[in-house]
């Protein structure tokens, strides 16, 4: 299979782990984070790029080589941030897997008119509880 070009923003818990796990699958993954402190929690073995700065800039992304990415993840905490990133990925660097991590199932619908998949941690774990109610 052809090596992947992938972008993580946010190396959080959620992240930092796909991170891990894509660049040790054999992906070529750049993280992209404000905060220095995050990339500490990328393991010693993971050979892809940090890049630090805030995602919502313009040049951030351009250093993260954002048009060349196979895939993009927004993994922030921030469902704004991560809806502004995705969008910028798609319509601006024509990234053509966009999926961003939403928590708030209200604005699903926001991001679908968007063309942007997504993840809902909220309404996942609301389904893993209630299938464990016998
Ligand atoms: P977590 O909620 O643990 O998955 O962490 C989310 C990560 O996203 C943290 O490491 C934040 O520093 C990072 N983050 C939040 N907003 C931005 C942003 N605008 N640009 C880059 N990284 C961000």
Redesign the pocket.
């Known amino acids: 299979m052809a090596e992947r070009q992938i972008v993580v923003?946010?190396?959080?818990?959620?992240?930092?782990l796909l991170a891990n796990k894509l660049s040790s699958a054999g992906n070529s993954v750049v993280v992209?984070?404000?905060?220095e402190i995050?990339f500490d929690k990328l393991s010693p073995n993971f050979s892809g790029y940090r890049v630090l700065?805030?995602?919502?800039e313009f040049h951030?992304m351009q250093t993260a080589r954002a048009d060349r990415a196979d895939y993009l993840f927004a993994?922030?905490?921030?469902d704004n941030?991560n809806l502004m990133?995705a969008q910028v990925a798609k319509y601006v660097f024509n990234v053509k897997h966009v999926i961003a991590r939403v928590y708030d199932p209200a604005r699903e619908s926001l991001y679908d008119g968007f063309g942007i998949a997504t993840i809902n941690p909220t309404l996942l774990s609301a389904d893993k509880f209630l299938s464990m109610v016998k």
């Open positions: 923003v946010g190396c959080g818990r959620l992240g930092g992209v984070d404000r905060k995050a700065g805030d995602a919502v951030v993994t922030t905490m921030e941030t990133v």
